[in-house]
């Protein structure tokens, strides 16, 4: 009989069962490890647990025989109970420490990677001849469309232009608190949501498991054919808004016109190439303008590409950059997602989202919770982990370049050209959130001062050393010396929460 093959909870759709190219035996049995223990490390967001637990149940029942699920304390107990000292394959594992696991068990043998497009001798022979330009992700996307034929018109970009982004800057439309446009696929909760719900509230009551956040129906795929109804309402009804507003917000409407597919690609449930061929064939059919499928392919065939593969070439110890030097705890009301405590309402409304739903849109995540944290000097570590608590897509490999890197600005700029954080002006701009704030974003100083402006000018101060050697950000440290009232500024500081 052929060995058993084990599949980790973010290795659910077909793609990971497919035999041939290094996969399992088409008729190995398989093993899924429900591990206790992970929720014992961590205080994770109970819809983030849910979500994961339903999503696995619901593979395993899929499977039915050829699958062994076993419940158990920890990852080497499970395979123990499930395999005995057998010989079992698993595919490369998403984090350092589950790879480190694995290596460790001598009983497994080890398969390449699955579930992304870009194979990662490709991404080597990429990374080794960049040279002096560094890992810029502009010319590993373009590297992306060529090789794989994504949005091309023979050798050049459809449309010709590789980078719409210009066109996909636009705020919010002024008169309305939402986006016209189809709301996105919700799925119907069944027996096995409700028996993971029920497990959920056992734990707690019996001291093994702590959550954060509030649970409510799920509003994520846990199947693969819930998955793929998302995809497709995505790309027939939403894709055509996605570009436009992609980085706007409006606080009555979250989501706006953004996929939501992220927990699905990160559970296994899609395959990135399949989102970007629906995306790529809906232009094609004359049914989403250029910049909207450039935006999306942009994200999932550049962005997520490129932070998986930096996350194994940065290896372990980027986890623990600070170049910075921020070593803050983060304050309660943050840890516990207390938004009605928070004065500052573009805070507030983005905590609460993600307390209710474990979910937030790009800009929120960086312009609204990681500028936040960047401009008061919260350890990145502690902000990456809660991040990886909180958010119902948050992993180990997308969280650690998304908030060491691009986020916190932590390993001094290998991700981005600049620290991403801005004054209240931008929020304003590109929201409905500051109308009726308690403070003003123009407001550095004062009663009404803007803990956005007043956290921007602070941290520019702070680290203008840094800032004045970096061309993108000199100019900032030069205003520095015209601000009259910076004595004051650096003597009061404005906070959204209670200090
Ligand atoms: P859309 O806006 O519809 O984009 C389409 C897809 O592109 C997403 O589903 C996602 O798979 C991919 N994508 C876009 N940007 C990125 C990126 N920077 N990194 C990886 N994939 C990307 N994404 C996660 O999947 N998990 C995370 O834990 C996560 N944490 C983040 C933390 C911070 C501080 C920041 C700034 C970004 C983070 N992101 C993370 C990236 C991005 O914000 C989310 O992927 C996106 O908001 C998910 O919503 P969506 O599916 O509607 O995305």
Same mark, same amino acid.
């Given at each position: 009989t052929p060995r058993p093959h084990w599949l980790f909870g973010d290795q659910l759709g077909p793609h990971y069962l497919r035999a041939g190219d290094g996969g399992p035996d088409q008729h190995a049995p398989l093993i899924m490890i429900e591990a206790r223990s992970v929720f014992r490390r961590r205080r994770f967001h109970r819809a983030k647990a849910h979500l994961v637990l339903s999503a696995m149940r619901h593979r395993a029942a899929e499977l039915g025989g050829r699958i062994r699920y076993v419940q158990a304390e920890t990852y080497r107990e499970g395979l123990r109970e499930a395999a005995g000292s057998s010989e079992v394959t698993v595919f490369q594992p998403t984090s350092h420490a589950a790879l480190a696991l694995v290596s460790s068990m001598p009983q497994v043998t080890l398969l390449g990677q699955r579930g992304f497009l870009v194979h990662p001798e490709e991404f080597g022979d990429w990374a080794r001849n960049r040279g002096r330009s560094g890992l810029l992700m502009e010319d590993f996307y373009r590297r992306v469309r060529c090789h794989h034929d994504i949005l091309m018109d023979g050798g050049q970009p459809a449309g010709g232009r590789w980078n719409l982004d210009k066109d996909n800057r636009e705020p919010?439309?002024? &008169? *309305?608190?939402?986006?016209?446009?189809?709301?996105?696929?919700?799925?119907?909760?069944?027996?096995i949501d409700a028996e993971v719900r029920h497990d959920l509230d056992r734990w707690v009551r019996e001291g093994k498991a702590e959550f954060v956040g509030r649970d409510g129906p799920r509003r994520f795929p846990a199947t693969r054919r819930e998955a793929?109804? *998302?995809?497709?309402?995505?790309?027939?009804?939403r894709l055509p808004t996605f570009g436009a507003h992609e980085d706007a917000m409006l606080a009555a409407d979250p989501v706006l016109s953004h996929s939501l597919l992220s927990a699905a690609l990160n559970l296994g449930l899609l395959h990135p190439a399949e989102c970007v061929e629906q995306a790529e064939a809906a232009w094609r059919a004359g049914e989403a303008p250029l910049n909207s499928v450039e935006g999306f392919v942009r994200q999932v065939a550049g962005w997520r590409e490129y932070m998986w593969h930096l996350y194994w070439h940065f290896g372990a110890d980027y986890r623990r950059s600070n170049v910075l030097g921020h070593r803050e705890p983060l304050p309660?009301?943050?840890?516990?997602?207390?938004?009605?405590?928070?004065?500052?309402?573009?805070?507030?409304?983005?905590?609460? &989202?993600?307390?209710?739903?474990?979910?937030?849109?790009?800009?929120?995540r960086l312009m609204v919770l990681g500028s936040y944290a960047l401009q008061r000097g919260?350890?990145?570590?502690?902000?990456?982990?809660?991040?990886?608590?909180?958010?119902?897509?948050?992993?180990?490999?997308?969280?650690?370049?998304?908030v060491v890197?691009?986020? &916190?600005?932590?390993?001094?700029?290998?991700?981005?050209?600049?620290?991403?954080?801005?004054?209240?002006?931008?929020?304003?701009?590109?929201?409905?959130?500051?109308?009726?704030? *308690?403070?003003?974003?123009?407001?550095?100083?004062?009663?009404?001062?803007?803990?956005?402006?007043?956290?921007?000018?602070?941290?520019?101060h702070r680290h203008r050393n840094r800032l004045a050697r970096n061309p993108r950000t000199a100019q900032a440290v030069r205003q520095l010396s015209c601000l009259s009232d910076l004595r004051e500024l650096l003597e009061h500081p404005r906070d959204a929460g209670p200090s």
């Open positions: 919010p439309p002024r &008169q *309305a608190d939402r986006l016209d446009v189809p709301s996105p696929y919700r799925p119907r909760e069944d027996d793929l109804a *998302a995809l497709r309402r995505f790309t027939e009804r309660e009301w943050f840890r516990e997602l207390d938004a009605d405590v928070v004065t500052a309402r573009c805070l507030a409304t983005v905590l609460a &989202q993600v307390r209710d739903t474990g979910w937030t849109h790009h800009i929120p919260w350890d990145p570590a502690a902000v990456t982990d809660w991040f990886h608590r909180c958010f119902v897509d948050g992993y180990d490999w997308v969280m650690l370049t998304n890197g691009m986020s &916190q600005y932590a390993d001094g700029g290998r991700i981005t050209t600049k620290p991403y954080t801005s004054g209240g002006a931008y929020i304003n701009r590109m929201s409905d959130l500051c109308g009726p704030c *308690a403070y003003r974003p123009g407001d550095r100083t004062g009663e009404r001062a803007c803990p956005y402006t007043s956290g921007y000018w602070r941290f520019i």
